[in-house]
Antibody, heavy 128, light 107 residues
Framework: QVQLQESGPGLVKPSETLSLTCTVSGGSISSYYWSWIRQPPGKGLEWIGYIYYSGSTNYNPSLKSRVTISVDTSKNQFSLKLSSVTAADTAVYYC??????????????????????WGQGTLVTVSS | DIQMTQSPSSLSASVGDRVTITCRASQGISNYLAWYQQKPGKVPKLLIYAASTLQSGVPSRFSGSGSGTDFTLTISSLQPEDVATYYCQKYNSAPITFGQGTRLEIK
């Protein structure tokens, strides 16, 4: 089955750019949407944005000015860049497959939007 | 943006109890709601999508209901392995948002 694995530096200095990559294995990155989600220590989940394998994106407005998500289909990877980081960006960063649609029990096409599966997550600390 | 509010924020129940967690949307979202379980130190796991459809492999003691603005996640008979934080997530439109979470403990 599809598995995701995040990679990247665990420590980033304030004002610099956080860069992470998610490698998809066990399936093709094509024909799906792929998301980044983060979770500050001890807090809840925040959706960052998603990308379609074609390259189209949708970002959380709260982060849009600082976020870039890109995809490399040849490597079965997608990436996150978050610029001008502060301590408030310290979090576990997850990549996940964003399921855009499904077929219900009657065989009808239905709109999806949940996340499954998820990567194991990687803690990124912003500190000098 | 549509806000998702869960209640209670935490609860403690005994093994075998019926447990209900509520998620309320600030605007109607039809049935575009998912529930996740996150055990301590683990990755969130999808339990339910489309408000009431059980994800494959999830125990049948979990169920979801609701539509519009009010939704519930029910555990029919609480088990020790159900200790976790539960999150709802709406996906009718961007931005996708999660509830703040409900921490479930065993009494």
């Amino acid at each position: 089955q599809v598995q995701l694995q995040e990679s990247g530096p665990g420590l980033v200095k304030p004002s610099e750019t956080l860069s992470l990559t998610c490698t998809v294995s066990g399936g093709s990155i094509s024909s799906y949407y792929w998301s980044w989600i983060r979770q500050p220590p001890g807090k809840g989940l925040e959706w960052i944005g998603y990308i379609y394998y074609s390259g189209s994106t949708n970002y959380n407005p709260s982060l849009k000015s600082r976020v870039t998500i890109s995809v490399d289909t040849s490597k079965n990877q997608f990436s996150l860049k978050l610029s001008s980081v502060t301590a408030a960006d310290t979090a576990v960063y997850y990549c996940a497959r964003h399921v855009p649609y499904y077929y219900d029990s009657s065989g009808y096409y239905r709109t999806g939007g949940w996340f499954d599966p998820w990567g194991q997550g990687t803690l990124v600390t912003v500190s000098s | 943006d549509i806000q998702m509010t869960q209640s209670p924020s935490s609860l403690s129940a005994s093994v075998g109890d019926r447990v209900t967690i509520t998620c309320r949307a600030s605007q109607g979202i039809s049935n575009y709601l998912a529930w996740y379980q996150q055990k301590p130190g683990k990755v969130p796991k999808l339990l339910i999508y489309a408000a009431s459809t059980l994800q494959s492999g999830v125990p049948s003691r979990f169920s979801g209901s609701g539509s519009g603005t009010d939704f519930t996640l029910t555990i029919s008979s609480l088990q020790p392995e159900d200790v976790a934080t539960y999150y709802c997530q709406k996906y009718n439109s961007a931005p996708i948002t999660f509830g703040q979470g409900t921490r479930l403990e065993i009494k």
